[in-house]
């Protein structure tokens, strides 16, 4: 038998070096990501908001140094959404372009985009996976009876998908 724990023997549970374990080969299409960063104050604000918010879904902007992959400012946004803020939201365009303005003031860029799931885990749906853009990392925090329990990363591939979960390092 052959299989990933087959060696070059053929002994089950040993790699090519005899060495035994299960093994798991190495993306060779693409390079290893380094963990999604976030600061404890950026985290600790989406939490907040996301408790504020409830039972509406909130959102906002993730800010960070330019240049940089660590988001280190959770920007507060309107969701203009009103109909069904409870499971859907949409930045105002003009707190984007403010949001936008003062990080270009301030040496930051735009990391990402945050939400929340109002008593629903904190994973991507596909209304929230069709409006992603590629390159920003995207923050879902599950608020259950307006405690925040969860937080989730992804990041789209190209632009409206598909979402890749990315690990959340807090620092």
Aim: net charge negative; proline share 8%; charged share 30%.
């Amino acid at each position: 038998m052959g299989g990933p724990a087959a060696g070059a023997n053929g002994e089950e549970g040993r790699d090519r070096d005899g060495v035994s374990g299960l093994w798991r080969p190495l993306p060779v299409h693409r390079p290893l990501r380094p963990p999604v960063k976030i600061s404890s104050s950026a985290i600790e604000a989406v939490r907040a908001h996301g408790s504020e918010g409830y039972p509406d879904e909130i959102c906002g902007i993730l800010v960070g140094p330019r240049g940089g992959k660590t988001a280190t400012e959770a920007r507060h946004a309107r969701n203009i959404v009103v109909e069904r803020a409870r499971d859907r939201y949409e930045i105002d365009p003009r707190d984007h372009i403010r949001i936008q303005r003062e990080a270009d003031a301030n040496g930051h860029d735009i990391i990402g985009y945050y939400h929340s799931h109002p008593d629903h885990p904190a994973q991507a749906s596909r209304f929230d996976t069709e409006r992603a853009w590629a390159g920003y990392v995207y923050v879902i925090v599950s608020v259950a009876k307006g405690e925040p329990v969860d937080a989730n990363a992804f990041v789209a591939e190209r632009d409206g998908g598909p979402f890749r979960p990315e690990a959340l390092e807090i620092v």
